[in-house]
């Protein structure tokens, strides 16, 4: 690994670390009110899958020379398993068995994909097994924001679109598609490369509506389009913070 590859390795790490701590307000609000109202858990539960996807791959014996992807995806990972722990003990009973259900799932796919990649694959078949699972929920993850972009060009708000989020999506992918692209590995630049034109675009759109802070269309947003990473719906008021990955 080159100097300018470890480099952007380490930036990505950074980048992402902030992502991972966005939805620290967001938790701090649940706990003190003992409810998660009207906060979507399912953010979380399918970016801890992507951190544990992306966390094996990263690992020697899947491919070697890329440790700085495990580093901050095992990180995020458990980030992410203490965030969805607070929302099933705290959640409403049925959005609990339905947060719960997808811990599950989560970790059902992950055990198959460990136990597949050790026991029935080796070598370079491993590596692109893990590598297509990763970069598949990579994408998923970055993708969350679509809807929270659409809502912006509907209502031409950025009230739903935090600029601080916006900004490290953009970084976070970008540093990952040039560490992606000087190792490369395409199953990381692909992915991140993803990420880092979904983060320009949100960046684009927040400058262009910056000065309205406030849904100006008559048509009150739905609960759909409201929900980006984590956050509130805004029947519920203003949103608090955004959760939102992948290193």
């Excluded at 858990?41 to 020697?60: E, F, H, K, Q, R």
């Excluded at 976070?172 to 590995?185: A, K, M, N, V, Y």
Aim: hydrophobic share 50%; with cysteine; aromatic share 14%.
């Amino acid at each position: 690994m080159d100097v300018a590859h470890f480099l952007f390795g380490i930036f990505g790490n950074a980048s992402a670390l902030f992502l991972f701590l966005a939805p620290v307000i967001t938790f701090k609000r649940i706990i003190k009110n003992r409810s998660t109202e009207k906060f979507s858990g399912i953010p979380y539960v399918m970016t801890l899958l992507n951190c544990l996807l992306s966390a094996w791959y990263g690992l020697p014996f899947v491919f070697p020379h890329n440790i700085l992807v495990s580093t901050v995806n095992g990180t995020g990972s458990l980030m992410e398993i203490i965030y969805v722990l607070i929302f099933i003990v705290l959640a409403p009973r049925k959005e609990k068995a339905k947060i719960l259900g997808l811990f599950t799932f989560v970790l059902s796919v992950f055990s198959a994909v460990v136990f597949v990649s050790l026991f029935a694959l080796h070598g370079n078949s491993r590596k692109l097994f893990c590598g297509f699972a990763a970069a598949i929920f990579s994408i998923i993850m970055y993708g969350s924001p679509l809807s929270i972009m659409r809502l912006v060009i509907k209502t031409k708000s950025v009230e739903f679109m935090p600029f601080f989020l916006s900004l490290f999506v953009f970084l976070c992918g970008t540093s990952w598609f040039i560490f992606g692209l000087l190792g490369r590995d395409p199953f990381v630049a692909v992915p991140n490369g993803v990420g880092s034109a979904l983060g320009t675009t949100q960046l684009i759109l927040y400058f262009i509506y910056r000065d309205n802070k406030g849904v100006t269309g008559k048509q009150a947003p739905t609960e759909e389009e409201s929900m980006e990473i984590g956050d509130v719906k805004p029947q519920q008021g203003k949103q608090s913070n955004a959760n939102g990955i992948q290193g």
